[in-house]
């Protein structure tokens, strides 16, 4: 099988960009190593303190930021670093020629039950104008991202990652610790009958989107003429890793309970990276506006909302928008 060196050579990576994530990815490995270690590793519960979000922070979020932190300044390859743990950007190396963002631990929740978690993470190019601690750098669209990618600490540890040229899966070999490519240039199906989406907050959403899921759950008798499926993971890596492998369409929509927040998920470290995963996969991801990677981010935690997945899905949830603002 092929080792993930190789591909990346293969897609034309520079150097310093396949040293930065092979760097990425031994900090993963630690995390991957202390997940499957679970209670033993001291790593279950949360800690006292809240990230800048409000969220308190468990003590595996801590953790992993701390590992991927402490690699990635150490490593001369990183100008500077932005977390969804961190309040502002951490400035790394003044010569490194790469902005990294990472949702060092998503699927928090999940974490104590024993269940999907993961590590999401971007890499932009660090212009040169720009002072190591300085959070404007950080605020490029998507379109700019140069590589990004997720590490699913599943039953199997895999990375999911793309440098423009096709998404790739890999599979951590823990017998040697390489990641070996299991399946090259991923393809979403076009169509789908699943879709992922929290119904919990259904009162809050906005029209459009009550519409589109209550004509999904009209099923064959309904305007879709067919059946269909619902997952939720709670942990966006792993529903995106179900999209990216079988098709479907997720969505975390705005919603009414905070009026001021567009949305749960935030673009530079969850959003962008999926969303360079599944353009990159032949699928769609969109706000019900525009497409997220041309998002001109203001601030480092921004939230959006997203709609993301199959192709033919995710057209077809945005024109319930755009008729909505039609009527
Ligand atoms: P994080 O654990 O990094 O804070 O992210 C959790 C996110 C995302 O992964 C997931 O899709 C969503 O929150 C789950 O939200 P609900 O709690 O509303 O299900
Ligand atoms: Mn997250
Ligand atoms: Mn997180």
Same mark, same amino acid.
């Given at each position: ?11 034309? *990576? ?6 930065? &994530?092979?760097?990425?990815? +031994? ?32 003590? /595996? ?5 701390? #590992?991927?932190?402490? &690699?990635? =300044? ?5 100008? +500077? ?40 993470? %971007? ?9 190591? $601690? ?21 039953? =199997? ?41 929290? +119904? ?12 589109? #899921? ?25 529903? &995106? ?13 705005? $919603? ?8 749960? /998920? ?8 999926? =969303?360079?995963? #599944? ?5 769609? +991801? ?5 497409? #997220? ?16 997945? %199959? ?5 077809? *949830? /945005? ?7 039609? $009527?």
């Amino acid at each position: 099988m092929k080792r993930l060196n190789s591909q990346l050579q293969e897609d034309g *990576c520079p150097l310093e960009l396949i040293l930065l &994530i092979r760097t990425l990815l +031994a900090g993963c490995k630690e995390i991957s190593f202390r997940v499957g270690q679970g209670e033993l590793a001291g790593v279950l519960g949360s800690t006292l303190s809240e990230n800048v979000q409000g969220e308190t922070q468990k003590k /595996l979020d801590v953790i992993s930021n701390q #590992i991927l932190k402490d &690699i990635l =300044s150490e490593s001369g390859y990183v100008k +500077a670093l932005s977390s969804e743990e961190e309040d502002t950007v951490v400035p790394c190396h003044p010569e490194g020629k790469y902005l990294v963002s990472i949702d060092p631990l998503d699927g928090s929740s999940n974490i104590d039950i024993n269940s999907l978690i993961g590590t999401i993470f %971007s890499i932009q190019h660090a212009p040169q104008w720009m002072d190591a $601690d300085d959070p404007e750098a950080f605020l490029q669209p998507g379109a700019q991202t140069v590589a990004a990618g997720y590490v699913l600490y599943g039953p =199997s540890t895999v990375m999911m990652l793309t440098t423009g040229r096709g998404t790739h899966l890999y599979t951590l070999d823990k017998t040697h610790g390489g990641f070996l490519l299991t399946k090259g240039n991923i393809q979403i199906p076009e169509q789908t009958q699943e879709f992922a989406i929290n +119904a919990s907050n259904q009162r809050h959403w906005e029209k459009p989107m009550q519409d589109y #899921i209550g004509d999904l759950l009209k099923g064959e008798d309904g305007p879709r003429g067919k059946n269909f499926n619902m997952r939720w993971i709670a942990a966006m890596v792993g529903d &995106i890793h179900r999209v990216l492998t079988r098709g479907g369409i997720f969505t975390y929509p705005y $919603d009414n309970r905070e009026p001021n927040k567009p949305g749960k /998920l935030r673009l530079l470290y969850e959003a962008n990276p999926m =969303s360079f995963l #599944i353009e990159q996969a032949g699928g769609m +991801a969109w706000t019900p506006e525009k497409r #997220i990677m041309e998002i001109m981010p203001t601030e480092i935690h921004q939230r959006v909302p997203v709609i993301m997945g %199959s192709k033919q899905e995710v057209e077809v *949830c /945005l024109e319930y928008h755009t008729k909505a603002k039609k $009527d």
